[in-house]
T-cell receptor, first 117, second 114 residues
Framework: AQSVTQLDSQVPVFEEAPVELRCNYS??????LFWYVQYPNQGLQLLLK??????LVKGINGFEAEFNKSQTSFHLRKPSVHISDTAEYFC???????????????FGQGTILTVHP | DTGVSQDPRHKITKRGQNVTFRCDPI?????LYWYRQTLGQGPEFLTY????????KSRLLSDRFSAERPKGSFSTLEIQRTEQGDSAMYLC????????????FGPGTRLLVL
């Protein structure tokens, strides 16, 4: 089984400031890791994913995340945020081995990022 | 290329009524997932189809819930005898056959049970 903990439920930040959204996970099997963004009244859009290889992953809209296996973390970062980045962000994992749960996503509780002018 | 679509986008119903939601995945995506998202929470897995076969169901899916995917194309999620606790956003996602691929989410159906 997998679980995901997003350590901050809300993160306020000023425009053009850097931001880090924290994510820790627990799993008895190897996993793929994802960050999704959800704008109000919309579905989820993939920001980035870690499947294998380099632990620093770059995504859309200037976001990046670093996979740290020893700390079981996958924190999301952006060096300079915009007003338009205001949204809810979800960290998720899925097993990367075979079986019926292959590909099933387990999400964290979400972090609401609010960018102030 | 159209994305995942869901219908209706919003549904208000009275307690005890039955509701049915539809999800049309991206064409040729053989994996289809249903998730439920309550206010202030992340999406929670409900069930999963590979083609027309329902391969996994969450314990969250009580016997009042049923999902189908006839012919491996669109899927329906039915809730019988709705309860106020069923009020949530119901999200559908699809992906191609390999686990490395992204799940693409639809806009969701927001259900309110009065």
């Amino acid at each position: 089984a997998q679980s995901v903990t997003q350590l901050d439920s809300q993160v306020p930040v000023f425009e053009e400031a850097p931001v880090e959204l924290r994510c820790n996970y627990s799993s008895s099997v190897s996993v793929y890791l994802f960050w999704y963004v959800q704008y109000p009244n919309q579905g989820l859009q993939l920001l980035l994913k870690y499947l294998s290889g380099s632990t620093l992953v770059k995504g859309i809209n200037g976001f990046e995340a670093e996979f740290n296996k020893s700390q079981t973390s996958f924190h999301l970062r952006k060096p300079s945020v915009h007003i338009s980045d205001t949204a809810e962000y979800f960290c998720a994992v899925s097993p990367n081995a075979g079986g019926t749960s292959y590909g099933k996503l387990t999400f964290g509780q979400g972090t609401i990022l609010t960018v102030h002018p | 290329d159209t994305g995942v679509s869901q219908d209706p986008r919003h549904k208000i119903t009275k307690r005890g009524q039955n509701v049915t939601f539809r999800c049309d995945p991206i064409s040729e995506h053989n994996r289809l997932y249903w998730y439920r998202q309550t206010l202030g929470q992340g999406p929670e897995f409900l069930t999963y189809f590979q083609n027309e076969a329902q391969l996994e169901k969450s314990r969250l899916l009580s016997d009042r819930f049923s999902a189908e995917r006839p012919k491996g194309s669109f899927s329906t999620l039915e809730i019988q005898r709705t309860e106020q606790g069923d009020s949530a956003m119901y999200l559908c996602a699809s992906r191609p056959g390999t686990g490395r691929e992204t799940q693409y989410f639809g806009p969701g159906t927001r259900l309110l049970v009065l």
